[in-house]
């Protein structure tokens, strides 16, 4: 395919390719939307296959964050990027000054963070060479570790969920079965057994499991072959995407999905396939938009209460999509999509009207 087509067929607005000499910084940034502002996505550093690969993957990303933003009620647009390199082993201070500078030179059209193979450590580095970074440490007046507000936005999408399954939202006497304690996973088993829940779990990392077990009172482990088929209320894949498909459909004892990772549905077609059963599916990415929800609020000024009911809101949102896709008789994946791409044409219309001067704020 030819790069414009590449770029076009999906709608981006933009691709930047950025090569250093002295560095070897070779990253390319790529930018789906700016209607509803900056577009905003981390730096992913991986070893593709060919540079074909590296720049599939920014537009991909690019577009996902489009979506998340709008549905999240961001006024952020969508933008990914990507450096070609190995994260353990082609890191250093530069290279990410390097990068640091041609986001500059984008003067704002895109804001970067930590993603995939990046750090806070190597956001700090680009942070000194740019103003449009976040995802920076709590010392310097960032926003730390997005987890637990990812894990609180997941906890307000179960919520929802019940809520609008059963007319009750408590999680009080609730099985929830999380796959993946990491990061997202042990806040979310937290929340959940705060709130009276009963929690599975499952891990092919011994230590993360010991840490959640030992945390919290009444976890049951079982073996991460077997949490497909755990009888549970809600399911919350938060490891693995493409853990919704055609194997594990039929094993499921849910009546809820809503976990943390992306990309949960193998293929579309798993959305309807759930809704069929009786599953409600909460969408992975409205459900998860807590940390990036979390990580804007440092272009406002970072507040901790600011950012904590902003994720709350996710509750609402959640329950917006379900309406959406009862009214219309779609599934929620895709009500999520009609909600994001519904907000990105309202906002286009709202800014149809010309302004004389530029408005005195920072995103527009
Ligand atoms: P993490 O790496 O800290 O945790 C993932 C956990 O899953 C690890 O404990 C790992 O051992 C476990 N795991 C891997 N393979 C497994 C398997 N086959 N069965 C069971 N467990 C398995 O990652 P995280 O930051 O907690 O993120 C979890 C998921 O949520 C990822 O898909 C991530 O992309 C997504 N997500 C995270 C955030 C965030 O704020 N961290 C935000 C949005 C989305």
Redesign the pocket.
């Known amino acids: 395919m030819e790069l414009f087509d590449m770029i076009a067929s999906r709608g981006h607005e933009q691709a930047v390719f950025c090569h250093d000499p002295v560095t070897g910084l070779r990253a390319i940034v790529a930018i789906h939307d700016t209607t509803l502002g900056p577009a905003l996505g981390g730096t992913r550093m991986w070893t593709y296959d060919d540079d074909g690969a590296a720049l599939e993957d920014a537009l991909r990303l690019a577009r996902g964050m489009t979506y998340k933003s709008a549905a999240a009620g961001l006024n952020l647009g969508g933008g990914k990027a990507v450096i070609i390199g190995n994260s353990k082993t082609d890191k250093d201070e530069m290279l990410f000054r390097s990068y640091g500078r041609f986001i500059q030179g984008l003067a704002g059209r895109y804001i970067t963070a930590e993603d995939v193979g990046t750090s806070v450590q190597d956001m700090e580095w680009v942070r000194m060479e740019t103003d449009f970074v976040v995802g920076i440490s709590r010392s310097l007046g960032g926003s730390g570790d997005?987890?637990p507000?990812?894990a609180l936005g997941v906890c307000q999408g179960i919520r929802a969920a019940l809520k609008w399954q059963t007319g009750s939202d408590d999680l009080a006497g609730k099985t929830v079965s999380v796959?993946?304690?990491?990061?997202?996973?042990?806040h979310l088993v937290k929340q959940v057994t705060r709130a009276g829940g009963r929690v599975v779990v499952?891990?092919?990392?011994a230590d993360?499991l010991r840490r959640v077990s030992n945390d919290f009172d009444g976890v049951e482990v079982v073996d991460?072959s077997t949490?497909y088929d755990v009888d549970c209320d809600i399911y919350a894949p938060?490891?693995?995407?493409a853990v919704i498909n055609d194997d594990t459909l039929p094993r499921l004892k849910c009546s809820i999905v809503a976990?943390?990772?992306?990309n949960v549905l193998a293929e579309d077609r798993h959305g309807s396939a759930l809704a069929e059963r009786g599953v409600l599916y909460a969408p992975d990415y409205v459900v998860?938009a807590?940390?990036?929800m979390n990580v804007a609020n440092e272009l406002e000024g970072y507040n901790t209460d600011r950012a904590t009911q902003q994720v709350q809101g996710i509750y609402d949102i959640t329950t917006e999509i379900f309406q959406i896709a009862r009214d219309e008789g779609i599934p929620t994946a895709q009500a999520a999509d009609a909600l994001a791409e519904r907000r990105i044409a309202a906002v286009a219309r709202v800014k149809a009207t010309h302004v004389p001067t530029p408005l005195n704020r920072r995103r527009r």
């Open positions: 997005p987890s507000f990812t796959q993946g304690v990491g990061h997202v996973g042990y499952a891990d092919i990392d993360n991460p949490i938060c490891a693995l995407g976990g943390s990772a992306n998860n807590g940390g990036l």
